[in-house]
């Protein structure tokens, strides 16, 4: 007798949610005490501006003196490149190297979410001035960067400024202000913080420790840096993945996918590579015609191309990425990073690591206050839709460089 589909996705729930240890261990993990978490604060970008600038000021109670700005501002500057740094007239060497006896930190200064004033000990010197827009899930106003970094120049005229544009993956700031800015994320910050904490932790006060160890928690799962929760998440995911499937299919069900898809067929040619109720994956046919498929690290798409676009729900917001994967040949990969961003898009260092798995090109992102409503989605995806169809062009004309040519 053969068994209903119905019947069969029944059994499959049950086998889900019945003796299910992975599924135990999972709850109990995530229902670990923090603080952050029990506070409902770790989304807030004003809580994570705090404890930054909490973490940047010397004079504060961590413990730490001015280790974590030093070794922060040092690796923002590593991070953006010689050229960037030898235009801003600062290097990380110089800051492993300066005085930092006299900072001062600023919080929500004219808008601005953090501000570290670095005074030089001797007039004759150059001080040195951070300027830090912090973005968890939200992301710049229009010609917002711009006017902070104005304010901030004609305040401290004499003083070197490095502008820093802080965001959970370390996106690109828009394209006016891209140049200006430099891209950091909070992996980054977290990385610099896990190498402080591991050599300092004895120097710390207790409740420092315990307050930087959930932070640090915090981060990772932000920035999905839990390799040990990761893993379970895929054993789970392997043993269950009809139920879990299942539930994706009708509790992620929204307006978005619907409308997204309306919109792509509308605006394309395009080919859907993947289409759930969270993601829509895609190419431009500019793109599908010279992108081959090769061993890519994205399973989910029907073709296995190493270069995709896809539409995201995220909580508050609809975002769209161009990325790309690891691919079978590192030497390919890049040449195609290189490509992209001799075509003018913005890469971070990283991108170019032999060893590096995503590279994300470009990204932009519309808010959305209800999923539910029709128009504002539509909305929403066609306004990032225009502004991706700017850059299919000369995306496609890099990729067809690096896979078209003999």
């Known amino acids: ?26 709850s109990a993990r995530l229902s670990t005490f923090n603080v952050f978490r029990a ?15 909490w973490l940047l000021d010397p004079r504060e109670s961590h413990g730490l003196d001015d280790i974590v700005l030093r070794r922060i501002l040092s690796n923002i500057l590593l991070e953006a490149g010689s050229e960037r740094s ?52 939200s992301g710049e106003g229009e010609g917002q960067l711009n006017r902070y970094r104005e304010q901030v120049t004609k305040e401290f005229p004499e003083f070197t400024l490095v502008p820093v544009f802080l965001t959970l993956d370390g996106e690109d700031a828009g394209e006016a202000e891209a140049e200006t800015f430099i891209s950091y994320s909070h992996r980054q910050v977290l990385s610099v913080l896990e190498r402080i904490i591991d050599q300092r932790r004895q120097q710390l006060p207790g409740a420092v420790a315990v307050f930087l160890d959930q932070y640090m928690e915090t981060l990772r799962r932000l920035t999905m840096q839990e390799n040990d929760l990761a893993d379970l998440c895929k054993k789970i995911y392997r043993t269950h993945r009809k139920a879990i499937d299942l539930i994706t299919k009708y509790g992620m069900a929204s307006r978005f996918e619907e409308v997204a898809n309306d919109i792509l067929k509308e605006e394309g040619p395009f080919e859907v590579l993947s289409s759930d109720g969270r993601s829509i994956w895609f190419l431009p046919v500019s793109w599908a015609r010279v992108v081959p498929e090769n061993g890519a690290v994205w399973k989910n798409l029907k073709r296995q191309v190493s270069v995709a676009c896809w539409l995201v729900k995220r909580k508050d917001k609809i975002q769209i990425v161009f990325e790309v994967s690891r691919m079978d040949d590192p030497q390919k990969r890049l040449a195609c990073v290189t490509a992209l961003r001799k075509a003018g898009f913005r890469l971070i260092k ?15 992102f519309h808010e959305v206050a209800d999923y539910d409503d029709a128009e504002e989605v539509r909305k929403a995806v066609g306004s990032l839709l ?3 169809k ?5 995306a496609a004309v890099a990729l067809t460089e690096v896979f078209c040519s003999k």
Request: charged share 35%; glycine share 2%.
């Open 390 to 394: 700017e850059q299919f062009p000369k």
């Open 1 to 26: 007798m053969i068994e209903s589909p119905v019947v069969s996705e029944k059994a499959a729930l049950d086998k889900f949610l019945a003796d299910n240890p992975e599924l135990e261990a999972l």
């Open 86 to 137: 030898e235009a801003l007239g600062i290097s990380a060497a110089q800051v492993e190297l300066m005085d930092l006896t006299d900072v001062d930190v600023r919080r929500e200064r004219e808008h601005i979410d953090v501000l570290v004033v670095i005074r030089p000990p001797n007039e004759d010197e150059k001080g040195v001035v951070l300027l830090v827009e912090n973005k968890i899930h």
């Open 386 to 388: 225009a502004k991706a």
């Open 39 to 53: 506070l409902r604060i770790e989304h807030e970008e004003i809580r994570h501006s705090n404890v930054l600038a």
């Open 350 to 364: 990283a991108a170019f690591d032999e060893d590096a798995t995503y590279s994300r090109f470009f990204s932009a």
